[in-house]
T-cell receptor
Framework: DVKVTQSSRYLVKRTGEKVFLECVQDMDHENMFWYRQDPGLGLRLIYF???????EKGDIPEGYSVSREKKERFSLILESASTNQTSMYLC????????????FGQGTRLTVV | RKEVEQDPGPFNVPEGATVAFNCTYSNSASQSFFWYRQDCRKEPKLLMS???SGNEDGRFTAQLNRASQYISLLIRDSKLSDSATYLC???????????FGTGTSLTVIP
């Protein structure tokens, strides 16, 4: 069974904290993605990576950074958490190109207080 | 303009009904098309890919109209367990990015 695993299901952090969200996939996918999902706004791409150490900004990268040191792991970093970053964060992975789909992790519901 | 647009609904239908969702996409060079299902507070999961010739999986039928740039999903004989949000997803020109509609909410009523 293919797996994308996010490190936490629920997380509560304080404003100003540095927050790390981890994602690991076991499918040898080149592409990995971080999205946030908010009611009425759907999934919005924060960053994606198409190879180790490679990254590209998505639609809403401000306040976030990412790290991909190994193919299977893609980390999302909130440099200084703010209340407007309270959201559901979803990691996904896929093969590049073609007609293959994206596989999602179970999501991390982050609350910043 | 958004890459993918969907009617958010909600659609409330009785058990056994047939319901159809449509979605439009803006980039005519888009490569691949999918419908995902998302249950409340869960991650999206692939329901079915959408092929140019149309495809069916049990009670679900997906169709693609490239000329009009729209994708449809038909659910026949709705079950209570079909209640979920259905996301229209388009894979971009480069093949690296996925573009998601905001989802259409379906509730099947007993």
């Amino acid at each position: 069974d293919v797996k994308v695993t996010q490190s936490s299901r629920y997380l509560v952090k304080r404003t100003g904290e540095k927050v790390f969200l981890e994602c690991v996939q076991d499918m040898d996918h080149e592409n990995m993605f971080w999205y946030r999902q908010d009611p009425g706004l759907g999934l919005r791409l924060i960053y994606f990576s198409y190879d180790v150490k490679m990254k590209e900004k998505g639609d809403i990268p401000e306040g976030y950074s990412v790290s991909r040191e190994k193919k299977e792991r893609f980390s999302l970093i909130l440099e200084s958490a703010s209340t407007n970053q309270t959201s559901m964060y979803l990691c996904a992975s896929s093969f590049p190109g073609g007609g293959t789909e994206a596989f999602f992790g179970q999501g991390t519901r982050l609350t910043v207080v | 303009r958004k890459e993918v647009e969907q009617d958010p609904g909600p659609f409330n239908v009785p058990e056994g009904a047939t319901v159809a969702f449509n979605c439009t996409y803006s980039n005519s060079a888009s490569q691949s098309f999918f419908w995902y299902r998302q249950d409340c507070r869960k991650e999206p999961k692939l329901l079915m890919s959408v092929y140019s010739s149309g495809n069916e999986d049990g009670r679900f039928t997906a169709q693609l109209n490239r000329a009009s740039q729209y994708i449809s999903l038909l659910i026949r004989d709705s079950k209570l367990s079909d209640s979920a949000t259905y996301l229209c997803v388009v894979r971009g020109v480069t093949g690296n990015q996925f573009y998601f509609g905001t989802g259409t909410s379906l509730t099947v009523i007993p």
